[in-house]
T-cell receptor, first 110, second 115 residues
């Protein structure tokens, strides 16, 4: 069965420091991977997806099929990056195959 | 606001009562999803609709849960004979149909507390 793990419940970094939020997955086929973010008092929203290969708000994520990982990275953290981050996986068909990880709370300290 | 809306935002009920939640998706979106989120966990898929058809339902969903989308627009999620374990945030999301990985837009959620 597909599964997404995020080993850190809480990650604290200082402003300007690099950030890496870890995500590992298990899936037998070729998954689509996503990062969702939830800022304080806001809705859950898509941050980026691996197929787009884009950088959003300075964040990037590379799918490593060998290590089954999709870590989220940003070279210089900003205080406004403080939020809850969820890694998610989808198979070719929606529904049961769309699985979220437990989330990592990022706290960027001044 | 043209985003996904959910009503009510909060619901407190006693064990054994029935509750119903409503979700209004973004108007041009064909797909609508329901998720449940408990403390410390990510959203867990419950069910989804394409237009009025309920295409998939989680195996974890008991028969006390039922969802409808009668006209392919808004959807309702009903929980019968609520239990304390049903206490959670219930999230609704919608997306277009163009492909399976289209962006899901989430609503603010309905927080259910079962006493």
């Amino acid at each position: 069965a597909q599964r997404v793990t995020q080993p850190e419940k809480l990650l604290s970094v200082f402003k300007g420091a690099p950030v890496e939020l870890k995500c590992n997955y298990s899936y037998s086929g070729s998954p689509e991977l996503f990062w969702y973010v939830q800022y304080s008092r806001q809705r859950l929203q898509l941050l980026l997806r691996h197929i787009s290969r884009e950088s959003i708000k300075g964040f990037t994520a590379d799918l490593n099929k060998g290590e089954t990982s999709f870590h989220l990275k940003k070279p210089f953290a900003q205080e406004e990056d403080s939020a809850m981050y969820y890694c998610a996986l989808s198979g070719p068909r929606y529904g049961q195959n769309f699985v979220f990880g437990p989330g990592t709370r990022l706290s960027v300290l001044p | 606001d043209t985003g996904v809306s959910q009503d009510p935002r909060h619901k407190i009920t006693k064990r054994g009562q029935n509750v119903t939640f409503r979700c209004d998706p973004i108007s041009e979106h064909n797909r609508l999803y329901w998720y449940r989120q408990t403390l410390g966990q990510g959203p867990e898929f419950l069910t989804y609709f394409q237009n009025e058809a309920q295409l998939e339902k989680s195996r974890l969903l008991s028969d006390r849960f039922s969802a409808e989308r009668p006209k392919g627009s808004f959807s309702t999620l009903e929980i019968q004979r609520t239990e304390q374990g049903d206490s959670a945030m219930y999230l609704c999301a919608s997306s277009r149909e163009l492909r399976s990985t289209d962006t899901q837009y989430f609503g603010p959620g309905t927080r259910l507390t079962v006493l």
